[in-house]
């Protein structure tokens, strides 16, 4: 058995909050997904309100405070996080922005994300694509394919529900995936990149030049 820890931060500002019930089911997912695999899923969730002044100090005098510290800490080391925000002015709310400028800007550098958000209407979806994709493929985070958007409708109906969970489940299982490959997952990667290419939690930890063939050895062999 594998443990992975997966810290979820959840900027919702009520209490309780939608993007908290979000969050929650996308990390219950993730740590069924982990069971039926025989790993074991250990999640850190961080309600960002109640880190709010402690964020607000420290973009103004460039120092966390303890419990800051810790927070940071917990994503920076995490194996994987699960983001979600409510939309606001139709893209993140800024204090789910403010926590990740004070992170430090290689904290998630190969980290598997999972992207989610709530909103009052369907029409916000797109934020997961023009606003939260573009922030953490600048913190060069492994962002998996599925993103999550929920609506208050999708709160509120059996049906909508049923596609909620699907969604869930299935950006929950690429979430799992990036942590914990299986057998026909790691021999496709490396037959595509090579021997020893796998996935892993962190990229950048090797040199991508490292074994580069001299320019004359290419021409040496046309």
């Known amino acids: 058995m594998t443990t992975f820890t997966v810290a979820v931060v959840s900027a919702g500002l009520s209490q309780p909050s ?22 074991r899923v250990e999640v850190i969730t961080l309600e960002l309100r109640e880190l709010a002044h402690d964020i607000t100090d420290n973009l103004l005098t460039g120092f966390p405070g303890v419990t800051l510290q810790t927070a940071i800490d917990a994503v920076s080391s995490a194996d994987a996080v699960i983001a979600v925000t409510p939309v606001f002015s139709g893209s993140y709310s ?23 958000a709530t909103g009052g209407s369907a029409r916000h979806s797109l934020v997961l694509d023009y606003a ?16 999550v958007f929920a ?26 995936s990036r942590l914990s490959p299986t057998d026909n997952e790691t021999a496709r990667v490396e037959t595509d990149l090579g021997p020893g290419s796998g996935p892993h939690h962190r990229s950048g930890t090797s040199d991508p030049f490292e074994n580069l063939v001299p320019f004359e050895q290419l021409l040496a062999r046309r």
């Open 94 to 116: 800024g204090l789910f922005k403010s926590f990740f400028d004070v992170l430090d800007r290689d904290a998630l550098v190969g980290t598997p994300v999972l992207l989610a």
């Open 132 to 147: 939260l994709r573009p922030l953490f493929a600048y913190l060069k985070a492994d962002i998996v394919p599925t993103g």
């Open 18 to 39: 939608s993007t908290r019930l979000l969050a929650d089911q996308l990390a219950g997912a993730v740590r069924a997904a982990g069971a039926a695999r025989g790993d």
């Open 151 to 176: 609506a208050t409708a999708d709160f509120g109906s059996d049906d909508a529900g049923r596609s909620l969970a699907d969604r869930i489940g299935r950006a929950a299982g690429e979430l799992l």
